[in-house]
T-cell receptor, first 119, second 110 residues
Framework: DADVTQTPRNRITKTGKRIMLECSQTKGHDRMYWYRQDPGLGLRLIYYSFDVKDINKGEISDGYSVSRQAQAKFSLSLESAIPNQTALYFC??????????????????FGPGTRLTVL | AQRVTQPEKLLSVFKGAPVELKCNYSYSGSPELFWYVQYSRQRLQLLLRHISRESIKGFTADLNKGETSFHLKKPFAQEEDSAMYYCALPGEGGGNKLTFGTGTQLKVEL
């Protein structure tokens, strides 16, 4: 789905460097998410944003920060990268909830992923 | 706390054999459950959700509240079913967040 894009697709960096991963979407969705994927651990939520002024920590936010520059853009930063942040990072988007009723959870649409290696 | 357990990291079956990918959950209240799939070199995408009661690509999944399970089944595996499958349910605090299981890699052998 070309509507959710991530840059860069691959990045190798060194311990201590600052890294920014970018996500853009043309789906017009309010909600955006950052996950990391590790073998054997599945996907874990890092941060999520309901709109430009609403940003929330996920289950593994330590060592990360985010910026929602616009409805369409959600960036993830590693202020000082460390080797255990080596992972595949996914951005996702979803539409606004339909009111909390059963069946109101909206599909999440994922980007292609960014493979980050911290040496 | 919400939790999703997928006990198998890898499931290998022969083409034409039945497939069952296991998913168990813990959730307070009435859960919505999902299966997401990631084919090789493709994006993670929604396969099916229990609320829709659909069969997608021959896969079905029934929510069993008594056993707190949402196993994904297909009667006859195809080579193109080889992929990583994730079971998911709403994360704590709502907001359309999802909690994913650790995933099961399905390999369909010829």
């Amino acid at each position: 789905d070309a509507d959710v894009t991530q840059t860069p697709r691959n990045r190798i960096t060194k311990t201590g460097k600052r890294i920014m991963l970018e996500c853009s979407q043309t789906k017009g969705h309010d909600r955006m998410y950052w996950y990391r994927q590790d073998p054997g651990l599945g996907l874990r939520l890092i941060y999520y944003s309901f709109d430009v002024k609403d940003i929330n920590k996920g289950e593994i936010s330590d060592g990360y920060s985010v910026s929602r520059q616009a409805q369409a853009k959600f960036s993830l930063s590693l202020e000082s990268a460390i080797p255990n942040q080596t992972a595949l990072y996914f951005c996702a988007t979803s539409d606004r909830l339909a009111g909390g009723r059963m069946g109101s959870y909206n599909e999440q649409f994922f980007g292609p992923g960014t493979r980050l290696t911290v040496l | 706390a919400q939790r999703v357990t997928q006990p198998e990291k890898l499931l290998s079956v022969f083409k034409g054999a039945p497939v069952e990918l296991k998913c168990n959950y813990s959730y307070s209240g009435s859960p919505e459950l999902f299966w997401y799939v990631q084919y090789s070199r493709q994006r993670l995408q929604l396969l099916l959700r229990h609320i829709s009661r659909e069969s997608i690509k021959g896969f079905t999944a029934d929510l069993n509240k008594g056993e707190t399970s949402f196993h994904l089944k297909k009667p006859f595996a195809q080579e193109e079913d080889s992929a990583m499958y994730y079971c998911a349910l709403p994360g704590e605090g709502g907001g359309n967040k999802l909690t994913f299981g650790t995933g099961t890699q399905l390999k369909v052998e010829l």
